[in-house]
């Protein structure tokens, strides 16, 4: 056991929710402006990000599904610079009026939006979750307080560090974005700091999110875990098929959108072989059930494929694999999907509307797509910015989650010397 003293978080966690407070007073306009340095600090100071980025790549195994959430490039950081731009062009989430009301007794009532105030963010290897949980937390008047793994230390304290000196430079708290130290232990004392956090969001592995949520006292909004499926059904049309079913396996097949599980109507076996084909060329090993695999067999890359086993469906890849699962009917389809699906992201490839439809009613899950690749559930490609997270559950915030679902809401009620009897 290790003698190094336990850090106590109460003093963080005070500076964050005093700094929070003064979040309430900045405009629109100045926050915006702080977005705009930070995007461009991110590029100008690319170099110095890619070099701590390399020291956490360096002691990863390239064959680990999350090496590639980890890398960071010149691409991606572009990427996270244009992604923080959209946030500046969103309008603002706040102070909206959601509901208003004048009562008889001359009472004005309205519900406006408001910021949670503070947020703590639990994730793994994802550097780029730094610089978008900060826009958006920042552009919503939320502190955040930040907890990653220790995989992308150097990469997680490049970035904040940058961020910090654009706070700084204009005159903000810096304390409104803090990141924790990597230890189990600094994770427990912000899943039970009730006094000073208002929400827990995690981003990562299942396991991950059943320990947050297991953990936590404070409320959670559980994000990330995908278990996705695309059922090409009787009717499906195989061009668009091959693409769509290549495009949700192999664009990035570590993120939460990439397919796991194709669903195949058994008239449609006789296509298999060429709705497949293209992953063959990314050598993704499939893992089919007895009526796929004879259906492959000799005319898909014997190294790549297997025969599937219990623990093929239900599973999270993460990687180069897929599972198949064929079906006599929608309905069966449909059995399949409710027993496995993470409520992430499910697609059927269909011309019969009445089956699209049946589809878009049943399936229970936050995105639901028709002959469309799943790899689109993303806040950006949403239009709504950057995002925080994919949330799989139903209470507040459902799907990809940006600026509307940080915020919550008030009362604001004006009087003349009203009194109730």
């Not at 900060?134 to 490049?158: D, Q, T, V």
Request: proline share 3%.
């Amino acid at each position: 056991m290790s003698n190094e003293p336990i850090m106590d978080c109460t003093p963080i966690f005070k500076n964050v929710l005093k700094a929070s407070r003064t979040l309430n007073l900045l405009d629109s306009n100045m926050i915006n402006l702080v977005l705009l340095m930070v995007a461009d600090a991110a590029t100008e100071n690319a170099k110095y990000i890619i070099s701590e980025n390399q020291k956490d790549l360096a002691v990863m195994d390239e064959s680990d599904p999350r090496f590639d959430r980890l890398l960071l490039d010149d691409e991606r950081i572009k990427g996270i610079a244009s992604d923080i731009q959209n946030v500046v062009e969103m309008p603002s989430p706040l102070e909206r009026v959601l509901f208003k009301n004048e009562r008889a007794n001359g009472l004005k009532i309205k519900k406006i939006s408001v910021p949670f105030g503070v947020i703590g963010i639990i994730y793994e290897s994802r550097p780029n979750v730094t610089f978008d949980v900060f826009s958006l937390c920042l552009k919503s008047g939320n502190a955040c307080i930040l907890k990653g793994g220790s995989g992308a230390i150097n990469s997680n304290n490049a970035i904040v560090k940058i961020i910090r000196s654009v706070l700084e430079k204009n005159g903000i708290d810096q304390n409104v974005l803090t990141l924790l130290p990597a230890g189990r232990n600094e994770t427990k004392q912000l899943l039970n700091a009730r006094e000073y956090v208002d929400l827990i969001i995690p981003r990562g592995s299942r396991s991950l999110i059943d320990f947050v949520r297991e953990n936590a006292t404070i409320p959670v909004i559980e994000t990330g875990a995908g278990i996705c499926h695309t059922y090409f059904d009787e009717t499906g049309d195989r061009d668009k098929g091959r693409v769509i079913i290549n495009n949700a396996k192999t664009r990035r097949v570590s993120v939460c959108n990439a397919l796991d599980c194709l669903i195949i109507h058994e008239t449609r076996l006789k296509d298999l072989d060429y709705l497949v084909g293209l992953c063959a060329d990314s050598r993704v090993i499939i893992y089919a059930d007895q009526e796929a695999y004879n259906a492959l067999k000799g005319k898909y890359p014997a190294d790549l494929l297997m025969e599937a086993t219990n623990e093929s469906f239900g599973t999270e890849f993460l990687s180069y694999k897929m599972a198949i699962k064929t079906v006599d009917s929608i309905e069966s389809a449909l059995q399949h999907i409710s027993m496995y699906s993470s409520k992430h992201s499910e697609a059927i490839i269909s011309e019969n509307i009445k089956q699209i439809q049946l589809f878009y009613k049943l399936v229970d899950a936050s995105s639901i797509y028709s002959n469309a690749s799943t790899a689109f559930t993303d806040g950006a490609q949403f239009g709504l910015g950057a995002e925080i997270g994919i949330s799989t559950q139903k209470m507040h915030a459902r799907g990809p989650m940006a600026l509307e679902a940080l915020t919550t809401y008030k009362w604001i009620v004006e009087g003349d010397g009203q009194i109730r009897e």
